[in-house]
């Protein structure tokens, strides 16, 4: 882990608030999914605060892409860079997603921009031969993540509250469909969501390894402001050191 300066190669326009910064940088070599970079989102210290960014896509060209959304201050300015900018970055860090050697047939699923880690996991895990089942749940569906953006061999379904696109509802509901083919779950959304699937998964504990990635705020990145505990059956630990990916088991109910 260092500090170290991303040169923007572009930034790309995935929908109104949706876009993927494309970094070129040598540490990004050694990033997995579900590592993150803090960037400083500003020219000045203020904010203060830097932002994480996961590894989203890797590029032919050598670029890695992060994806973010405008909401935000922050995102706002990541999306005003232009080629040839650079973004001061800190990385890489955290643990990621790791596949278990006899797992070949993954299920993930994906809520907002939680889905930004699962795409890098999905591109490396068909590369290694896996099948791939990605579900993405979303309000409606100008909320769906690009379906042409991933690897034609992911089988993506979607999911939509207000059935404007894919199967109307949740995740949750066909859960028990889905679990049944997969032998390793990755989960990346809302605590609400994380919560939800530890109950339906309860009963498939001893048969299905499950990691999530939880959504902690970072600011230090290095295990020292405690900004970013979460409690597992060991006590309270850094995600940001830890984590963000842990088995499902571990953390606390
Ligand atoms: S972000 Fe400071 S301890 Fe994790």
Redesign the pocket.
Known sequence: MHQFSGQVADVETLGPALHVLWLVAPEFLAMGSGQFVLARCSESFDPLLRRGLSLHQRRADGAHGFLFGTSKAWGRWLAARRPGDHVDLIGPLGRGFRREPTAHRLLMIAEGLGIAPLVALAEEAVAAGCTVTLLQEAPTASRLYPRQRLPEAVRVVSYTADGSAGRPGRVLDDLVEWQEAADQLFIAGSARLLADLRVRLAPVAARLPVQVMVEER???????????VVFTVEGPV????EGPVFDLWRLAG
Do not use: E
């Not at 850094?238 to 050191?241: E, G, I, K, P, Q």
């Open positions: 970072m600011a230090c990145g290095v295990g020292a402001c405690l900004g970013c850094a995600s940001c050191v």
